[in-house]
């Protein structure tokens, strides 16, 4: 069979078995039924983002089915095959939605199905920085379950993000290999229409970050093609159905690797490689994927796709606790003199010498010289020491300053991970990030109690208190310039975040502080300074110096931005915001929710359904993206009237912000406990029951005036 009638005959199998499917579904529930997948915003993502039709019941979903024969043109061109492969993807997304009629949970651990919002959105960073640097697809069955993980551990060892459909799932299993969104290896399902959760993740990512219209076919293919990087690995045999799929994937850009033999090659799409050890290359030269290479001599694995691992109480062999015990992170900027270059000291028993499970003591200091290092960096480094230590393949880290926690797990151990490792990641990943900065860098690792005790009170302490009274000294009307930050171009293309020491990225990974380190580290960067010498509306938040600069680098997309209003050319969102507001009418106020949170607002809609209003870098007046910290900044909303326009947030969100929140009420309104008057889930959520309560506790915003 050639390729054309390989992927017609696939594309026809498919699309009888949908139609089939559906009639069969609307015998049994009515034709009126409700198909939807869960935690979307884009009912029926792929069939969405393509026709910008949205479907929503079963007689839907079967006019769908006749615009998808439209696309099943039979002549012989590469245009028919690539739409023949797109129209049996969309058949897939309509198989697998009819599993979630009725609240189904189709699928099982280990797989997970349909992938939320959500996950899109904490892909986006990563992403953009190229800490994952790929999208793998792998599916069907490895001629050997070794060989399935040996090709899976390699993506994941270089933080390559890793999808399994069909049998390789088993295979992994069957080696115990371990899966899971939090290491980056996804099983998707065991059905080969499974594959289409993956490409739903890649076309809800152009329509999230790149404002792609849905409808634009010829757009969406152009964002896919271009902005994500993922490619196939197809195991043979392959069969026509597989190849039909694979004539989609190729579709959208992203090419197919196999050791089938005589199926017909594509140039850099359709490879065959009888050599599966050798798929990993092919793949990333296929996608053009370079890898940033991070050679640490540690007994174990060092990869990003490590980062969310978690260590159980009985994998592990010893922690260390700064809430229980004294423990502290440090980065102190020395004179060069001071500072051996690499010289790693371990003051105190390493890990053979503590006992199985027992919590311990640690405070590493890690001293840097440099003639362009300056102590407002300290904390920008120090912040990535999280990401680092957890990088680390069984170990892992959480918290900050003196609160951390890490555990080293009992494979680590065997494997004889010392803590005078964590010494040398420290050392090598400073030097690496940071080399513009940081010419010479030490590391001290303290395991002695009396001397961790020393360390935290007499050294780190002080410290950080002295940084802590410098930030709060920053404000907007305190420093000569702003940021630019366009880290998230990459995937949003016209978005650009303008960073103040009150108003942190969207993101909330970027503050003041780390937009002024990244432009010293890289003056080319994503950072560049905006000056502020041409105010026009201080209230607002105006200048001239920033609308040219937003202009500018958003390449003309954007003409004015305001720092301080959510109503007047409020800044744009790219997509990976923390949290996101919005305006609720019945109370002049605005209810915020964070990613974390999965249910309803009083907006009567999820956070998916508010971020679904904003994102791809266009101006939303009246919903905002930001980040968690900038909840309680006295610029929050300011032209709005500020903070005392907040009437609701999730129980989490107010616990975290709380502090803060109710001393900035407090300073600018002279208002006890704010966060008492702010309304949350289990107190309303639907506007009746929240302005009810608002009015109870006598909340300011009611009193002002409505904001639209
Ligand atoms: Fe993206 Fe803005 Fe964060 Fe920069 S500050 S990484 S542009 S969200
Ligand atoms: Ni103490
Ligand atoms: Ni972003």
Redesign the pocket.
Known sequence: MTLFESVFAGNDAVYGLTEGAINQAIEKYGADKAVSFPDTAYSLPCYYAVTGTKVGTLAELKDALAVVKTLMTREKRTNDVFMSGVATALCAEFIEVLKYIDGAVPYEAPCYGHLADAVIRELG?PL?TGDIPGVAVILGKAPSAQEAADLVKSYQSQGILITLVGDVIDQLEEVGYKTGANVRVIPLGKDVTAVIHVVSVALRAALIFGNVKPGDAATLMDYTMKRVPAFVNAFAPLNDVIVACGAGAIALGFPVITNQEDVARVPKSLICQKDISKWNATSLEARDIKIKITNIDIPVAFASAFEGEIIRRKDMQVEFDGSRVDCAELVHTCEPSEVEDHKITVVGPEVDDMELGSKNSIAYVVKVAGKNMQPDFEPVIERKFHNYINCIEGVYHTGQRDMQRIRISKDAFAAGFKIKHIGEVLYTQVKNEFDAVVDKCEVIIYTDPAECTRIRHEVAIPIFEKRDDRLNTLTDESVDVYYS????QAFSPS?V?V?TPERL???G??SWLDAKATNELDPNG?CQVITKERPIDENLGSYEDVDEAVKKFSQGALEHVTLYSIMQDPMTS?G?FECICGIEPFSNGVVIANREYAGMTPLGMTFSEMASMTGGGVQTPGFMGHGKHFISSKKFMKAEGGIERIVWMPKELKEFVAERLNNTAKELYGIDNFTDMIGDETIATDPETLVGFLTEKGHPALALDPMM
């Open positions: 960073v953009v930050c366009i880290l998230c978005h975040c960073v990225g969207l993101c990974a970027v994503p790219c990976c």
